[in-house]
């Protein structure tokens, strides 16, 4: 009889996706899951039961979110308010009759808006990747026989099987073990595989790591086998859990996406309002109302920036050019900039911060303590007695525990591929081995393996037997001798010790030695450090011994202690992060003490700073959490949902988030936070589609080069959004003052579109590159509610507008002595090169443009002389000159112009020496 609150495949939103709703299944016992799941704990499923379940509950596959298509990008990038005006101008000169203007403008916006959809057409792929880690066959039991199905068919009460290399096909409920080992890395951030046990009931509600009794979809079988009843498929297991984390993050705008809204609609507004104002001051003054309207339209024109969205977007994607080469891939456009915002990164621990790759870093008999050196999984290091490196093969009790850590294990290290095939803490002492020259079948064919015990989590132990000659000088001669070997739990293989090794040979080993010894052990787990004890016992009991009686009497030989270590440039880069005013926070699902040695060892955390559990971050309310979190930079034993909180209290906390990892459990976060970075080496699908940068190296320094580049784009952008809207200033008051004089309007809308998109646009693509100023990542973060604009820069470019006007003004005054037609063609040759100029006050807001190189930015030179040629092209071609109503000009006349144009720059060089000289006194 199935209980009441029993209710298959209802994941608590009424979605039928093949699971049952019921909570707890880890604390459960066998029957009791196999009663409630209707199914044999020998036979399995029937067929045809197993077809009704799945024509119930749905295939186990995750659920796929539809993207948007590309008409809604395409409208997306419509509804920018700049956009919407310049498309209500062009409608206007339409209207108007002004045909080419109109062309024009529709031409700008055609080239916004492909930029923007070309970069927006790499659609997520969050949740088939996640569907992608899902084992497409799996083993199972139905009616009494062993099956191989799709394991898409796989529904609630199948009896699956699963061995060492087995990706877990969903999530399910043990019921038979035997030394079954489970790599859930991708879910809990903990690289040790977790030991499982059927038998384990739990009594009270535990954290996903902790369930002993339960696998779960998208992890991996290291090492034994054992079988499963499916309790959840689809997206009622943990990883469709995720999925659902990742479907219900909404998308968030960055930093400089409401920048630039913010200042689209200022600027959009200044023009609606100037120009409104102008046509009614028109009309009062007895202007025509074609003329009048025609007016307004030039100063629309020439209040929006035209090529800003395309510029920006132009810099943001050769901002990403540039970072794809030093290996950080952005996968969305505008979160480039958001690094250079990045006032925390959230890191996990495991494969991001360390090298996930378990080594051994001490190795401790009852005579020495040895360090060993070396990094990752290379065969290279040293072993260290007091600081002096020492060879192993003169070191007999070295020697031996290195052997006994290789010949009693099941792990296979390939160097040239760097890579280990099977457990990764067996891994690591045969990789300590090959650091003294022992290769793993080298000693099993010196030592050949003759019988095991295998790994049981009641006896926490492993044993082999071998024959040879292993240990001639501490345990004497014998080629034909027969040794147990043993490695296991500390306290459990101590205690079946009745002597040990010293350097001469066999000690007793009293009772103040075994609690000297279990000290030794306290003390290196105290270090965060993974200890294992080794063993041996010559000449053991020959046939089928039963397990306790062959591991009765062993001498001890010594413990060795690993751990998954730092990346070497992870502290460098953390400590660069914090010179630039940047938090670094770990964020890990392993155990409180290890992450605080590796904190510690990265200059994370102090003796006495505070860590942060998941079960104390459970019973915080969002204000409390939001209070801890600016204190807190470790968190430990967290969950994926504990995660996506953390980022919500900083963000709460007006924090700039970047948040990296590499497993399925990093996915929510990395969606969550402003900006996403996963590991492309190492890291899973999942992370790398929910992330906005992948690094390709997976190397923490990457982050910091990114977040340089961040800061150097906002910068650039500040220089070219500078440019271009003192550029746009001065024609509004060029035009305005004209109106306010009664002067004829110096130039026509189709010049203004010129200037905007020929002269002014190359200048400031180029500005957009320039090479970063030296004090960059000295500077503190940008802060996430500084505008495109501070006092100073408003400042700045109402001088520099006003003198961009006044120079167009004079040469306009100038050419009315004669006819209003070079009037209008002095005012335009005038303000087109005079912009061009005024580029190079742009290099720098403080520094003189002598101090930081006239040709430094080579981009910048040939933008000039580029613009200026096109430009000039305008006034010498016969055909051009009728579309631009220009009219050829004398040398006289150009030589005033050329004059007129380099003030701007006298201008600036002027301003700065003022400003430096004020900060001088002010510091004095």
Same mark, same amino acid.
């Given at each position: 009889m199935v209980p009441a609150d029993v209710s298959y495949g209802l994941d608590g939103m009424g979605n039928n996706n093949g699971g049952i709703a019921m909570p707890a299944w880890y604390q459960r016992n066998i029957a009791e899951t196999a009663a409630d799941l209707k199914t044999d704990l020998v036979a399995g499923l029937s067929q045809a039961d197993a077809v009704a379940r799945l024509e119930k509950y749905g295939p186990n596959e995750l659920q796929e979110q539809p993207g948007p298509t590309v008409w809604q990008k395409i409208l997306a990038q419509l509804k920018d308010f700049l956009i919407l005006l310049l498309l209500g101008a062009a409608v206007i000169s339409l209207f108007l009759g002004e045909t080419s203007d109109a062309v024009v403008i529709f031409l700008v916006v055609f080239l916004n808006t492909f930029l923007g959809v070309m970069q927006e057409l790499k659609a997520e792929k969050a949740l088939s990747a996640l569907a992608e880690l899902t084992a497409p066959l799996a083993k199972v039991y139905r009616d009494g026989q062993t099956r191989e199905v799709d394991a898409r068919e796989l529904v609630p009460g199948d009896l699956v099987l699963l061995e060492?290399?087995?990706?877990?096909?969903?999530?399910?409920?043990?019921?038979?073990?035997?030394?079954?080992?489970?790599?859930?890395?991708?879910?809990?951030? &903990?690289?040790?595989?977790?030991?499982?046990?059927?038998?384990?009931?739990?009594?009270?509600?535990?954290?996903?790591?902790?369930?002993?009794?339960?696998?779960?979809?998208?992890?991996?079988?290291?090492?034994?086998?054992?079988?499963?009843?499916?309790?959840?498929?689809?997206?009622?297991?943990?990883?469709?859990?995720?999925?659902?984390?990742?479907?219900?993050?909404?998308?968030?705008?960055?930093?400089?996406?409401?920048?630039?809204?913010?200042?689209?609609?200022?600027?959009?507004? $200044?023009?609606?309002?100037?120009?409104?104002?102008?046509?009614?001051?028109?009309?009062?003054?007895?202007?025509?109302?074609?003329?009048?309207?025609?007016?307004?339209?030039?100063?629309?024109?020439?209040?929006?920036?035209?090529?800003?969205?395309?510029?920006?977007?132009?810099?943001?994607?050769?901002?990403?050019?540039?970072?794809?080469?030093?290996?950080?891939?952005?996968?969305?456009l505008p979160a480039v900039e958001t690094l250079g915002s990045a006032t925390v990164i959230c890191s996990d621990k495991t494969g991001t911060l360390t090298q996930n790759a378990m080594t051994v870093r001490r190795i401790v008999t009852s005579a020495v303590d040895y360090e060993v050196t070396g990094e990752g999984l290379k065969a290279e290091g040293e072993f260290r007695r007091d600081g002096t490196a020492v060879a192993a093969s003169e070191q007999p009790l070295l020697d031996l525990i290195l052997k006994i850590g290789v010949l009693c294990n099941d792990a296979e290290f390939l160097p040239a591929e760097a890579k280990i095939v099977g457990d990764p803490t067996e891994g690591a002492l045969v990789v300590a081995a090959a650091k003294a020259g022992w290769a793993r079948s080298e000693l099993l064919t010196t030592y050949p393996r003759l019988g095991e015990y295998p790994f049981d989590s009641v006896r926490k132990r492993m044993s082999t037997v071998h024959q040879g000659n292993l240990a001639p000088?501490?345990?004497?001669?014998? *080629?034909?001798?027969?040794?147990?070997?043993?490695?296991?739990?500390?306290?459990?293989?101590?205690?079946?010790?009745?002597?040990?090794?010293?350097?001469?040979?066999?000690?007793?080993?009293?009772?103040?030695?075994?609690?000297? #010894?279990?000290?030794?052990?306290?003390?290196?787990?105290?270090?965060?450090?993974?200890?294992?004890?080794?063993?041996?016992?010559?000449?053991?009991?020959?046939?089928?011994?039963?397990?306790?009686? *062959?591991?009765?009497?062993?001498?001890?030989?010594?413990?060795?202690?690993?751990?998954?270590?730092?990346?070497?440039?992870?502290?460098?880069?953390?400590?660069?992060?914090?010179?630039?005013?940047?938090?670094?926070?770990?964020?890990?699902?392993?155990?409180?003490?290890?992450?605080?040695?590796?904190?510690?060892? #990265?200059?994370? *955390?102090?003796?006495?700073?505070?860590?942060?559990?998941?079960?104390?971050?459970?019973?915080?309310?969002?204000?409390?959490?939001?209070?801890?979190?600016?204190?807190?930079?470790?968190?430990?034993?967290?969950?994926?949902?504990?995660?996506?909180?953390?980022?919500?209290?900083?963000?709460?906390?007006?924090?700039?988030v970047a948040m990296t990892g590499d497993g399925v459990n990093d996915a929510p976060a990395l969606k969550k936070a402003d900006i996403g970075a996963a590991m492309g080496q190492t890291g899973t699908d999942v992370a790398k589609e929910a992330a906005d940068m992948v690094l390709a190296d997976d190397n923490f320094a990457t982050i910091v080069r990114a977040v340089q580049e961040g800061r150097v784009i906002f910068e650039n952008i500040k220089k070219t959004v500078y440019f271009l809207l003192s550029c746009n200033l001065g024609e509004i008051i060029t035009i305005f003052t004209a109106i306010l004089l009664g002067w004829p309007v110096p130039l026509y809308p189709i010049q203004i579109l010129w200037v905007?998109?020929?002269?002014?646009?190359?200048?400031?693509?180029?500005?957009?590159?320039?090479?970063?100023?030296?004090?960059?990542?000295?500077?503190?973060?940008?802060?996430?509610?500084?505008?495109?604009?501070?006092?100073?820069?408003?400042?700045?470019?109402?001088?520099?507008?006003?003198?961009?006007?006044?120079?167009? $003004?004079?040469?306009?005054?100038?050419?009315?002595?004669?006819?209003? *037609?070079?009037? &209008?063609?002095?005012?335009?040759?005038?303000?087109?090169?005079?912009?061009?100029?005024?580029?190079?006050?742009?290099?720098?807001?403080?520094?003189?443009?002598?101090?930081?190189?006239?040709?430094?930015?080579?981009?910048?030179?040939?933008?000039?002389?580029?613009?200026a040629l096109m430009h000039l092209v305008v006034f010498f071609t016969p055909w051009l000159r009728g579309i631009f109503r220009t009219e050829l000009l004398p040398l006289t006349d150009w030589l005033l112009i050329f004059g007129l144009v380099l003030t701007p720059l006298l201008l600036g060089e002027l301003l700065k020496l003022v400003v430096k000289e004020r900060a001088s006194t002010a510091v004095s």
């Amino acid at each position: 009889m199935v209980p009441a609150d029993v209710s298959y495949g209802l994941d608590g939103m009424g979605n039928n996706n093949g699971g049952i709703a019921m909570p707890a299944w880890y604390q459960r016992n066998i029957a009791e899951t196999a009663a409630d799941l209707k199914t044999d704990l020998v036979a399995g499923l029937s067929q045809a039961d197993a077809v009704a379940r799945l024509e119930k509950y749905g295939p186990n596959e995750l659920q796929e979110q539809p993207g948007p298509t590309v008409w809604q990008k395409i409208l997306a990038q419509l509804k920018d308010f700049l956009i919407l005006l310049l498309l209500g101008a062009a409608v206007i000169s339409l209207f108007l009759g002004e045909t080419s203007d109109a062309v024009v403008i529709f031409l700008v916006v055609f080239l916004n808006t492909f930029l923007g959809v070309m970069q927006e057409l790499k659609a997520e792929k969050a949740l088939s990747a996640l569907a992608e880690l899902t084992a497409p066959l799996a083993k199972v039991y139905r009616d009494g026989q062993t099956r191989e199905v799709d394991a898409r068919e796989l529904v609630p009460g199948d009896l699956v099987l699963l061995e060492a290399g087995d990706f877990v096909p969903a999530d399910a409920r043990l019921v038979k073990t035997e030394s079954l080992q489970v790599n859930e890395a991708a879910l809990t951030g &903990e690289s040790v595989p977790v030991a499982k046990e059927a038998e384990f009931t739990a009594a009270e509600e535990l954290p996903l790591g902790d369930q002993k009794n339960m696998v779960f979809k998208g992890t991996m079988v290291t090492f034994g086998r054992g079988r499963a009843l499916v309790t959840g498929t689809g997206m009622n297991t943990e990883l469709g859990r995720i999925a659902g984390l990742l479907q219900g993050g909404p998308e968030e705008k960055t930093p400089l996406q409401k920048r630039l809204d913010s200042f689209g609609k200022q600027v959009g507004l $200044l023009a609606v309002g100037i120009c409104l104002f102008i046509f009614l001051v028109g009309l009062l003054r007895g202007n025509r109302f074609y003329e009048m309207f025609l007016v307004a339209v030039s100063l629309a024109v020439a209040a929006i920036p035209e090529g800003l969205p395309a510029i920006i977007t132009i810099v943001l994607a050769l901002g990403v050019q540039r970072m794809a080469g030093q290996k950080a891939i952005i996968r969305r456009l505008p979160a480039v900039e958001t690094l250079g915002s990045a006032t925390v990164i959230c890191s996990d621990k495991t494969g991001t911060l360390t090298q996930n790759a378990m080594t051994v870093r001490r190795i401790v008999t009852s005579a020495v303590d040895y360090e060993v050196t070396g990094e990752g999984l290379k065969a290279e290091g040293e072993f260290r007695r007091d600081g002096t490196a020492v060879a192993a093969s003169e070191q007999p009790l070295l020697d031996l525990i290195l052997k006994i850590g290789v010949l009693c294990n099941d792990a296979e290290f390939l160097p040239a591929e760097a890579k280990i095939v099977g457990d990764p803490t067996e891994g690591a002492l045969v990789v300590a081995a090959a650091k003294a020259g022992w290769a793993r079948s080298e000693l099993l064919t010196t030592y050949p393996r003759l019988g095991e015990y295998p790994f049981d989590s009641v006896r926490k132990r492993m044993s082999t037997v071998h024959q040879g000659n292993l240990a001639p000088r501490l345990l004497g001669e014998g *080629a034909d001798r027969r040794w147990l070997l043993v490695k296991g739990a500390p306290d459990l293989v101590l205690e079946q010790c009745q002597g040990c090794l010293g350097e001469d040979g066999p000690e007793e080993l009293t009772a103040a030695r075994k609690a000297e #010894l279990l000290q030794v052990n306290h003390q290196l787990a105290t270090e965060a450090l993974r200890v294992l004890a080794f063993a041996i016992r010559p000449d053991p009991p020959s046939g089928s011994t039963p397990v306790e009686e *062959a591991e009765k009497d062993l001498t001890f030989v010594g413990f060795m202690g690993m751990i998954d270590p730092p990346r070497p440039e992870a502290k460098a880069a953390i400590r660069v992060c914090q010179e630039a005013g940047i938090v670094v926070k770990m964020i890990t699902g392993d155990h409180r003490d290890t992450a605080v040695a590796i904190a510690r060892q #990265l200059g994370l *955390a102090g003796p006495e700073d505070p860590v942060l559990v998941g079960a104390e971050l459970e019973t915080l309310d969002g204000d409390e959490l939001a209070k801890q979190v600016a204190k807190v930079n470790v968190f430990a034993r967290v969950a994926p949902e504990h995660k996506v909180r953390i980022v919500d209290a900083l963000k709460q906390n007006g924090a700039i988030v970047a948040m990296t990892g590499d497993g399925v459990n990093d996915a929510p976060a990395l969606k969550k936070a402003d900006i996403g970075a996963a590991m492309g080496q190492t890291g899973t699908d999942v992370a790398k589609e929910a992330a906005d940068m992948v690094l390709a190296d997976d190397n923490f320094a990457t982050i910091v080069r990114a977040v340089q580049e961040g800061r150097v784009i906002f910068e650039n952008i500040k220089k070219t959004v500078y440019f271009l809207l003192s550029c746009n200033l001065g024609e509004i008051i060029t035009i305005f003052t004209a109106i306010l004089l009664g002067w004829p309007v110096p130039l026509y809308p189709i010049q203004i579109l010129w200037v905007n998109l020929v002269t002014d646009s190359l200048p400031a693509l180029a500005l957009g590159v320039d090479p970063p100023e030296g004090d960059i990542m000295k500077r503190p973060p940008i802060h996430p509610e500084q505008g495109i604009f501070d006092q100073k820069a408003r400042r700045l470019l109402i001088v520099f507008g006003l003198f961009i006007a006044g120079v167009t $003004l004079t040469a306009f005054r100038l050419g009315l002595r004669e006819t209003v *037609a070079k009037a &209008e063609t002095m005012a335009f040759a005038t303000l087109g090169l005079c912009q061009l100029v005024h580029a190079y006050n742009f290099r720098s807001l403080t520094a003189s443009l002598w101090r930081r190189g006239v040709f430094q930015n080579q981009q910048l030179s040939w933008a000039f002389v580029g613009s200026a040629l096109m430009h000039l092209v305008v006034f010498f071609t016969p055909w051009l000159r009728g579309i631009f109503r220009t009219e050829l000009l004398p040398l006289t006349d150009w030589l005033l112009i050329f004059g007129l144009v380099l003030t701007p720059l006298l201008l600036g060089e002027l301003l700065k020496l003022v400003v430096k000289e004020r900060a001088s006194t002010a510091v004095s």
